[in-house]
């Protein structure tokens, strides 16, 4: 009786007990299902594929005390990727009225054909919290989506009067270092986007990711040089040096048929083959640099 009692007190006690939510890497590859349509690699997502995406992700974490971080990444980097897995996990483990903002209507449109509805069709995580799937591809309901406590908006910089009338919880901005100086009304794009966030000043979040443009004008590292600056630091398999990989570590022949990678600490030749191991073991440092992530 005694052990029936605890096992049902153990049971109830599970039951009530406040849900601890995931990381946003935890919860990508518990549920996360890679669609073919909007991606190289099509079935569940694994985080040791690009281990240097975990920290940006996890910085969106409803557990993380960040509450702005900007991301400045090279190209094929899977920036999308990390959005995406963002906005799923916001869906399904920390709701709220939540909003993607893109440069203009072309690359609005591109985004949801090429990653929100490949999303829904291939995550039933998603589709569970979806309040409706019928509505879907209704022309109006295309970039509104609702769901279990919240709400999505799909929105683009060219059109400021409707970003200025919605307030979220949770925000993320693709490619801002494309975003103009000052939008036709005049309003400044980061303090205008800052503001959405205004109604949740204890519980927001906001993610501004993009490659880096002209030196001078770029939007998203100039609030890049505002952030702690981290760059990600990898070990060189010889001395064990922790350093960033940076543009001026790259050697290669006169004719260009051989290139590789100098550690700036032994000089050693860094091979294409050793890359993978030493990205796994990567982690960020606040240091100013060239290419990093940044915690505002």
Request: aromatic content about 8%; hydrophobic content about 35%.
């Amino acid at each position: 009786m005694d052990s029936a009692r605890s096992i049902i007190f153990t049971a109830v006690g599970r039951a009530i007990a406040p849900r601890i939510p995931m990381r946003v890497s935890e919860w990508a590859e518990k549920n996360r299902i890679l669609s073919g349509k909007g991606s190289q690699m099509a079935g569940q997502w694994r985080n040791d594929r690009n281990p240097l995406q975990i920290e940006i992700m996890d910085s969106q974490s409803a557990r993380s005390p960040v509450h702005e971080a900007v991301a400045l990444l090279p190209i094929q980097f899977g920036k999308s990727e990390i959005e995406t897995n963002v906005l799923a996990y916001a869906m399904c483990e920390d709701p709220g009225p939540t909003m993607v903002v893109l440069p203009g209507e072309v690359s609005m449109n591109k985004w949801i054909d090429q990653k929100l509805n490949p999303l829904i069709d291939s995550c039933p995580s998603v589709q569970r919290v979806l309040t409706s799937l019928a509505s879907r591809e209704s022309s109006n309901r295309r970039a509104f989506k609702d769901f279990e406590g919240g709400q999505l908006y799909i929105e683009h910089a060219g059109n400021p009067t409707r970003l200025k009338s919605t307030s979220v919880k949770r925000m993320l901005v693709d490619e801002f270092s494309s975003f103009a100086v000052a939008l036709k009304t005049g309003d400044d794009p980061d303090e205008m986007l800052n503001g959405r966030n205004s109604a949740f000043p204890s519980t927001y979040k906001r993610l501004k990711v993009g490659t880096p443009d002209t030196v001078g004008t770029c939007r998203l590292t100039a609030l890049w040089d505002k952030s702690d600056q981290r760059l990600f630091h990898v070990a060189c398999p010889d001395c064990d040096a922790k350093q960033p990989l940076e543009w001026s570590g790259l050697q290669w022949t006169p004719e260009a048929a051989r290139c590789w990678y100098g550690c700036r600490e032994c000089g050693v030749v860094i091979e294409e083959y050793q890359k993978t191991a030493m990205i796994a073991q990567a982690h960020a440092r606040q240091q100013a640099g060239e290419l990093g992530i940044g915690w505002v």
